[in-house]
């Protein structure tokens, strides 16, 4: 019979690639794969992802297969690149991870001194704390520890106290997550200076790491007490993440999220009301998931004791000096002048009421300032209104010298 058309077809393109390598054209292979690589991008391609990739790199047989030809073995399923998977990338993290990461970068930058003119001591431990019981004792009940933490004026908590340190801070007993934690501390005692360093750890990773947001807000700020709904709090300098980071802190109902209330006693009355947003914050109603930490005096605090005491998970009070801190602090901050040291000591001997209130370490900056000071004008002061009198006229004379 006639062959068929198809017997007669043309060779396809396939049909006519170039011959594979044997025994008598080793060298001619080795030529062509020279030739063939010249051709290839000069990028370096990495282990054999030449497969995964679609390029074709000629390569040299093993002599056996040379010398007798096998079959071809069988192709395994090869496994799944990583850009297979349906997983989000680390590459794009979410508004979350980047208002965490801008929080961190923020308390990370160094904290300008409030007081520039006051010696700068280098004290390692100047801020120290004390757990706070629930119920009220008396003096005579007190132990040693509680005994040191009552200086006789209206700032005196009188509650049983243990020492305790950074790292126990918001860790219960029964290993529940706190709701809300009261920091309380007299005037100039370091609220403000525990706030930083609080969050100056959580930046470092070095407390606190089952929360991943910190969120310190300074109640004094106008732009914090202007703001009227939870998505006004959390600010970031790109609108876009900002907007999507307190929309996802709203949706999550504030879970993993540490919020810092820094000087309750500096707002307002108005804001302190219960309708407010700051107490709806405060008693749950606003971002029921979230701890809420809240610093202030404690004669401003009587407010949240009587409103939210039950809901209180921890009650901590910053103590401030001890009579040995304050010895220390005193001889670090003269110990370029001996006979310094020895006459304020002495000054501090006949005027207790200037000695009660060292225990404050801003006081103590300012009396051993004050003190330096007062030895060169010969003018020593003996009353309060002396000491801050001092004060005033010694900062003036500084910004005077420097703004002539």
């Known amino acids: 019979s006639e062959p068929t058309p198809t017997q007669h077809s043309k060779p396809t393109p396939t049909q006519h690639s170039e011959p594979t390598p044997t025994t008598h054209s080793l060298g001619k292979h080795r030529r062509m794969k020279c030739d063939n690589l010249a051709l290839q991008p000069t990028k370096k391609v990495k282990n054999d992802s030449s497969e995964a990739t679609g390029h074709l790199i000629p390569r040299l047989a093993a002599p056996s297969a040379i010398e007798r030809p096998s079959e071809p073995a069988p192709m395994q399923p090869s496994e799944p690149t990583p850009t297979q998977h349906s997983e989000p990338s680390l590459e794009s993290p979410s508004a979350i991870e980047q208002y965490a990461c801008y929080l961190k970068s923020v308390y990370m930058k160094p904290k300008p001194p409030m007081y520039d003119k006051l010696p700068q001591i280098k004290v390692r431990k100047y801020i120290k704390l004390a757990l706070i019981g629930k119920d009220d004792i008396t003096p005579e009940e007190a132990d040693e520890f509680t005994q040191s933490t009552i200086r006789g004026n209206i700032h005196d908590i009188t509650r ?13 007993e029964d290993g529940s997550e706190p709701k809300c934690i009261l920091i309380e501390g007299a005037p100039g005692i370091g609220k ?12 470092k990773g070095k407390i606190l790491q089952q929360y991943q947001l910190l969120v310190m807000l300074r109640l004094r700020d106008n732009r914090v007490r202007r703001a009227t709904d939870v998505l006004h709090l959390f600010r970031h300098p790109d609108m876009v993440t900002q907007e999507a980071a ?3 802190i709203v949706r999550r109902r504030g879970k993993g999220l540490l919020l810092l209330l820094e000087g309750f006693d500096e707002l307002p009355a108005d804001l302190r009301l219960e309708d407010s947003l700051f107490m709806r914050i405060i008693t749950g109603l606003e971002l029921p998931e979230a701890t809420v930490m809240i610093t202030s005096r404690p004669s401003a605090s009587g407010l949240l004791m009587a409103t939210c005491r039950n809901d209180i998970s921890q ?3 910053i103590i401030g000096f001890t009579p040995e801190d304050v010895q220390c602090y005193i001889t670090t901050a003269f110990e370029d002048n001996p006979s310094l040291q020895s006459g304020l000591q002495e000054y501090l001997s006949c005027y207790p009421h200037m000695k009660s209130m060292m225990y404050v370490p801003l006081n103590c900056a300012i009396v051993s300032q004050v003190y330096r000071n007062s030895i060169q004008d010969k003018f020593i002061p003996k009353t ?14 500084c910004y005077l010298h420097e703004h002539p």
């Open 246 to 248: 307190a929309k996802e």
């Open 160 to 172: 049983k106290k243990q020492p305790m340190t950074f790292d126990q801070i918001a860790q219960l």
């Open 384 to 397: 309060m209104s002396d000491l801050y009198t001092s004060l005033v006229r010694s900062l003036l004379l």
């Open 315 to 317: 009650h901590i009070e």
């Open 192 to 203: 403000s200076t525990f706030s930083w360093k609080l969050s100056r750890k959580w930046g």
